[in-house]
Structures are given as C-alpha cells and as structure tokens.
C-alpha cells in the first residue's frame, strides 16, 4: 500500500449554520452534494433542522479532508466525492468514492466523529 496523503478536517457546525441563514439549506446542499446524496437528502425524513445540518456539516468536513488528502495529485470537486456513513442495518463501514478515478486499486479510508458543535472528518488515501 502506497499513501497518497492525509487529510482532516474540522468544522463547526455554526458556519454551516451561519452559510444556511444566508443562502438556504437547499442551495449549499445543491452546491456540495453529489447526485446520490442530494436524493438522499431530499427524500430522508430528519427529525428535526439540526439533523439536516448535521448531515450537510458531515460531508463538508469529508470532503474537505479527502481534498487535503488528495491533492496535489487528484483535485476533485464537491459533487465528485461520494460518502456513505455507517449502515447498522448491514454492519457497512463509512465509505467515500471518488468519481472521477477508474483505478479499483485506489481506496480513501474515511473517519468521522461529531460531538457537540463540531464534526471532524479524517481520510487517508491509498494507492495499494
């Protein structure tokens, strides 16, 4: 296994807040999410706004840490990076693809905890 690099991110759930008021949750999820989680988004019933926050916050932080990670090698954008987070239905692990890469070889092992107002994202990619 070859690491390509590391990266991570923290955010703060009040400027994800802070970037709703000012536009909408419905335009920055347009803006970041790829087309797989922009229909989960749309179509899953969250319990309350925070939730709906959280979510967009989550992603944010993977992305930005699978940026940090990739780069400068692959520069992918918002909508390229895909992740699922954990399934208890079916024991599946987080996971992130990368659209834009053909090379089944390549993997981003993602990390994420959220506590309070912040999330923070950590992936590692390799090349193995």
């Known amino acids: 296994m070859a690491i390509l690099g590391v990266g991570i991110d923290l955010v703060s759930i009040r400027r994800i807040v802070d970037l709703v008021r ?5 335009r920055l999820a347009h ?12 179509s899953r019933p969250f319990a309350s ?7 967009l916050a989550v992603r944010w932080a993977v992305k930005e840490a699978a940026y940090k990670a990739l780069y ?6 918002w909508k390229e ?7 208890r239905a079916t024991t599946q692990k ?4 990368y659209r834009a890469i053909k090379d089944s070889t390549f993997t981003l ?3 994420v905890s959220h506590d309070g107002d ?11």
Do not use: C, M
């Open 49 to 55: 706004s925070d939730e709906r926050i959280k979510f």
């Open 72 to 77: 400068p090698t692959f520069r992918p954008t």
């Open 22 to 26: 000012r536009r909408s949750a419905a």
């Open 94 to 97: 987080p996971s992130l693809v």
């Open 81 to 87: 990076l895909t992740y699922e987070s954990f399934n």
């Open 31 to 42: 803006r970041i999410l790829s087309s797989s989680e922009l229909s989960g988004w749309q």
């Open 109 to 111: 092992h993602v990390s």
């Open 118 to 128: 912040y999330v923070v994202a950590q992936v590692l990619a390799d090349s193995g």
